[in-house]
């Protein structure tokens, strides 16, 4: 369990936000700079361990969202949020612009009524683009592509880096963190809710039920029941070494289906190119198996894209999940119970809409948005391809992950403060450590050596070592 800040002696709080994936973070930081007393549960060892874990990196303009969705506002909403916070928190973004690209006449067939819908949610500078127009712009692009058009506004962004300084702010501002804290149950007394978790008793007069592939449990758990039901969507992923990432300057997608966003080609924030997600309905929530036979069927689609990819190496492989619903739209709701608002539903587009969704929120609960005088402002370290990194800096300590060009002060700095690494996975998202060509291979005795006795999951326990 994380200790609360030094002097804080209350046992209540204003706000109880369940779950510290990038949703939670968000919920944390916008009701702290709103001048509530905030507390965050989180079941695992560290934050985003849950579907933020796993994501596209890609802040999305809202283009193709649902017309006159929550979800398209959220979008709309949290992306401008983004855009106004992003150098205060010191948090990457990468201009690349999106193209989304038809390979069959049915698909050149949608197209017009896709545009349309990108204009109608506020998106008007895209515009229509032939083959040979495509091609022009994309070099690589395979000559069977048939028709797309460019959506300017579509960027790269760090995955976890935003939610981790969403979070960071909000600690920083008084909010307390509470990891390996699963709610296991709820009670309503008053004005208060009465939480049981694995760390404690909990109480606070707002909860909101962020738990992402947990949510309808959660409902279930602190209320007696929940109007949604998870139903988990398995993505896999294909990582290709940084040599690869000359290929592509958009962000290359597919026409969308009712189902999926599709499969997505594109660079990422720290320099290679990534294909993936497929989207695979099951039934575990807790692991995403990788599939060889699915992970060659994404090679083979990112090779008919970008035909010279097949000529290119393959760094890494991963799979996450999605807490996808019986319904598309977003699940939030503040009618299920006094002082209880769920938060659920949050697919692939939690990531572009988290500091919308948290404004959201604090609309719902009445709450007047930042009203901290002069609230601290963290700066998040650098991960990206783009701007200085630790290792171009004096004082650094020497370079520990020489594919990724970690250094040991990074390391140090990560496994400090009010948000240290509780496990290498978390070590991993705050430095890039492991993530490079030898996957650990080189870094791993020495992570092992700085780590000891430093994690709440220690590198042995976890399977490295």
């Avoid at 050149?108 to 022009?136: C, F, K, W, Y």
């Avoid at 609309?363 to 391809?385: F, Q």
């Avoid at 520990?400 to 996975?425: D, F, K, N, W």
Wanted: hydrophobic letters at 45%.
């Amino acid at each position: 369990m994380d200790q609360a800040a030094p002097g804080d002696t209350r046992t209540g709080y204003d706000v109880a936000v369940i779950g510290a994936g990038v949703v939670g973070c968000a919920l944390a930081r916008a009701f702290t700079l709103a001048g509530a007393r905030v507390v965050v549960l989180e079941k695992a060892v560290d934050v985003l361990d849950g579907a933020s874990k796993a994501n596209s990196a890609i802040l999305h303009t809202g283009f193709d969202a649902p017309e006159g969705s929550l979800e398209l506002a959220c979008i709309r909403e949290g992306y401008a949020l983004y855009h106004a916070v992003r150098e205060r928190l010191g948090l990457p973004l990468v201009q690349a612009g999106a193209m989304v690209l038809a390979w069959s006449e049915d698909e050149v067939a949608s197209l017009s009524a896709l545009m349309d819908q990108a204009i109608a949610n506020g998106v008007t500078d895209i515009h229509p683009l032939t083959g040979a127009e495509a091609r022009g712009l994309e070099p690589a692009l395979s000559d069977r592509v048939l028709a797309g058009f460019r959506v300017p506004g579509e960027h790269l962004v760090d995955p976890w880096s935003a939610a981790h300084g969403y979070l960071l702010q909000a600690l920083a501002n008084g909010a307390v963190l509470m990891r390996q804290a699963e709610v296991l149950a709820g009670r309503r007394s008053g004005e208060t809710w009465h939480l049981a978790t694995t760390a404690g008793a909990v109480s606070a007069d707002l909860v909101i039920n962020a738990a992402g592939l947990w949510g309808d449990e959660v409902d279930r758990r602190v209320t007696g029941e929940s109007w949604f039901t998870i139903k988990p969507r398995k993505g896999q992923f294909v990582v290709y070494d940084k040599t690869a990432a000359a290929l592509a300057g958009h962000i290359l997608l597919p026409v969308p289906t009712k189902i999926t966003k599709g499969i997505v080609v594109c660079r990422t924030a720290f320099g290679n190119l990534l294909v993936g997600p497929t989207a695979e309905e099951q039934e575990d929530r807790d692991t995403a198996s990788l599939d060889r036979g699915t992970l060659q069927a994404l090679m083979r689609r990112g090779a008919e894209i970008l035909p010279a990819l097949a000529d290119h190496e393959v760094t890494a492989v991963y799979a996450g999940l999605r807490p996808a619903t019986e319904e598309k739209h977003y699940r939030i709701r503040d009618d299920l119970a006094p002082g209880y608002i769920c938060v659920g539903g949050i697919r692939s587009t939690g990531l572009s809409a988290a500091l919308g969704i948290a404004a959201h929120v604090v609309r719902l609960a009445g709450r007047t948005a930042e009203a901290l005088d002069d609230p601290v402002w963290p700066v998040m370290p650098n991960l990206s391809v783009e701007g200085r990194r630790d290792w171009q800096c004096p004082g650094n300590g020497g370079v520990v992950c020489h594919c990724e060009l970690v250094t040991r002060r990074e390391i140090e700095a990560a496994l400090s403060g009010p948000m240290a690494a509780g496990s290498l996975a978390g070590l991993k998202r705050r430095t890039r450590v492991t993530m490079g060509r030898c996957q650990g291979f080189y870094c791993t005795a020495e992570l092992a050596r700085l780590t000891e006795g430093r994690l709440a999951q220690p590198m042995l326990e976890a399977g490295h070592g």
